[in-house]
């Protein structure tokens, strides 16, 4: 092979044995232990002596390495090995935690397959998330039922409202435009009229728009034949309805068979298909069962395995759980986002309940009258709303479920490396007003926290080590964390609970008056947040402290804030009076 670049072989039926990927043949090199091989799968290659094994996480033939973020969770792509430092991950256990990138995490490796990744070719260039492409993509979609439909488009692309074109048609979905991840879950929000529905039933050629785009997996959906569209239903995107549209006298497993059988897989192959994707959502007890035997949240289930079973990329979900029980919704809201995380499916949700939106989506577009108002995270739509309309429609929704720790925290100024010594530290209780502060080592990484009185202990008796007095009980928690999780933490710690990242690199605090201004949604001050604040005593007592160990009583570095050297000024004249009535005690 000589300077051929390192190449990998995609895995699908149809693929043919492409060769894909680019890059130096040092930059991966994957060492997975295989099972028996499925059906139309290749086996591992040998490139120059090395085993390049199909990519873990998704389907190599459609999300091939250089499109660029994993296909699962947006992370830089393992399989090229960017930017990810080399550890071996066991069985259960994830390659490397992604709380940073602000995506729900993976789960873990597909089957816990051991991932050795060599160290990443300096040279390459780590691919950006604007540069993969979109599993669907719609540009300027609308749909005009009516005499003139055509007409209404124009109008409407105009700037003309729904009621201005109603003598030319109803206008269902007007210019809507978006592009959905692969493997993400994007979910479209609106009320009842909103078009919604009909804006899901373009993706996949049940409708056919008046005027715009609909491309999904690369293939234009718009425009095609009717042949070549049921290709695509068959082999890239399926449906799963409200209403189940279960076949009443076919037992679950049939059910789930079914679009196997109308493909023209054969028995033998679709039947073992159906009861692996049955285990899945965990009805294998079920699967001779008949419909009017379940229940109504079982045979959503069903209806979710049918659309597995087809191995197709994208799934489209029309108000699936609102037919639902509240408790049996919640269940299978869950039971969704574990299998999503699991096979790495790129869904489009509707619905029109928005905790459910929130809790499902990775990113939400709320429409109104026809028309996408806002796209963006559960986050951005609850804290960043585009208009009155979306302000509104989110005003009920439970805070805490959607915040995470990293949407509040505070920076965390109340901080001491370790190499400062008991002195530096008493410096900066001072300066800051604190009767505490977290201590953190090399690369910032959190280490504890000490208190002033022990501090004070150390200086007076002349020791220089820090260490030696850092507490190591206190709340921490990933930048991920809901706010719901913090409540328990916040109550029973004296300290603002440290947020931290995967290297427990501290990144920041969330105090009480903060997890607690963000439920009601009042801004929070901008003043850093001391660990405790402390009485004119406690000030007084550092300041004698530092006095009579030959420290003089001045600001050293000041505080990071205006307002905090302001108060610390006039605290301190407090402090000074104290220290020349206390100071014989300290001495």
């Not at 405790?532 to 007084?540: D, G, Q, S, W």
């Amino acid at each position: 092979m000589g300077d051929t670049p390192w190449v990998g072989y995609s895995s699908g039926p149809d693929s043919g044995g492409r060769r894909f990927g680019s890059g130096d043949r040092n930059s991966l090199a994957l060492n997975v232990p295989t099972g028996p091989a499925r059906a139309g799968t290749r086996r591992p290659e040998r490139v120059h002596g090395e085993q390049y094994e199909p990519c873990p996480y998704g389907r190599p033939d459609r999300d091939r390495p250089e499109r660029g973020p994993c296909v699962r969770d947006r992370s830089p792509c393992a399989w090229r090995g960017l930017d990810v430092a080399a550890r071996r991950a066991g069985p259960g256990r994830p390659v490397r935690n992604h709380n940073a990138t602000g995506v729900r995490p993976s789960a873990a490796v597909a089957r816990g397959v051991p991932l050795t990744i060599a160290p990443p070719d300096p040279q390459a260039a780590r691919p950006a998330t604007d540069d993969v492409a979109p599993a669907v993509h719609v540009r300027d979609l609308y749909k005009v039922f009516g005499r003139r439909p055509g007409e209404a488009v124009r109008r409407l692309a105009a700037g003309a409202t729904r009621d201005e074109v109603r003598d030319l048609g109803s206008a269902a979905v007007i210019g809507a435009s978006f592009d959905v991840r692969p493997g993400e879950i994007f979910v479209v929000m609106g009320l009842s009229g909103s078009g919604k529905s009909t804006l899901i039933r373009m993706l996949n050629g049940l409708l056919e728009p008046t005027s715009g785009t609909v491309e999904v997996g690369g293939r234009r959906i718009t425009g095609a034949g009717a042949k070549e569209v049921r290709d695509i239903r068959r082999t890239s995107v399926s449906m799963v309805f409200q209403h189940f549209a279960l076949l009443p006298h076919r037992t679950v497993l049939e059910n789930v068979a079914y679009g196997l059988e109308v493909n023209g897989v054969d028995k033998t192959t679709r039947l073992a298909k159906a009861r692996e994707v049955i285990g899945l959502v965990g009805l294998d007890v079920w699967a001779d069962a008949k419909p009017d035997e379940l229940s109504g949240g079982m045979q959503q289930r069903v209806g979710i395995a049918r659309a597995l079973a087809a191995e197709t990329d994208v799934l489209l979900m029309d108000e699936a759980f609102s037919a639902l029980d509240p408790l049996i919704r919640r269940e299978m809201q869950e039971q969704l986002v574990d299998l999503q995380q699991r096979l790495g499916k790129t869904i489009v949700f509707i619905t029109h309940d928005l905790n459910e939106a929130m809790f499902l989506g990775d990113r939400i577009a709320v429409m109104r009258d026809g028309r996408i108002v806002q796209i963006g995270s559960p986050e951005d739509i609850l804290t960043d709303p585009a208009n009155d309309y979306v302000a509104q429609f989110v005003q009920d929704v439970d805070r805490a479920r959607v915040l995470t720790a990293a949407s509040v925290m505070e920076p965390a100024r109340a901080v001491v490396p370790l190499t400062v010594g008991p002195r530096g530290a008493l410096r900066t209780m001072r300066d800051l007003q604190t009767a505490a502060v977290f201590v953190t080592g090399r690369g910032r990484k959190l280490e504890g926290w000490v208190r002033d009185r022990h501090v004070m202990r150390q200086v007076k008796a002349g020791d220089t080590n820090l260490d030696a007095i850092v507490n190591t009980e206190y709340a921490e928690v990933g930048p991920d964390t809901a706010l719901t999780d913090l409540f328990e933490l916040a109550v029973e710690s004296p300290l603002p609970i440290a947020v931290v990242d995967d290297e427990r690199r501290l990144l920041g605090v969330v105090p009480r008056v903060t997890l607690l201004a963000a439920l009601g949604n009042v801004p929070t001050t901008t003043s850093p947040i001391p660990v405790t604040e402390p009485v004119t005593r406690i000030a007084a007592d550092i300041e004698a402290t530092l006095a009579a160990t030959g420290e003089v009583p001045v600001q050293v570095d000041g505080p990071a804030d205006r307002s905090v050297a302001d108060r610390s000024v006039a605290d301190r004249s407090v402090a000074d009076r104290s220290v020349a009535a206390t100071e014989g005690d300290h001495q």
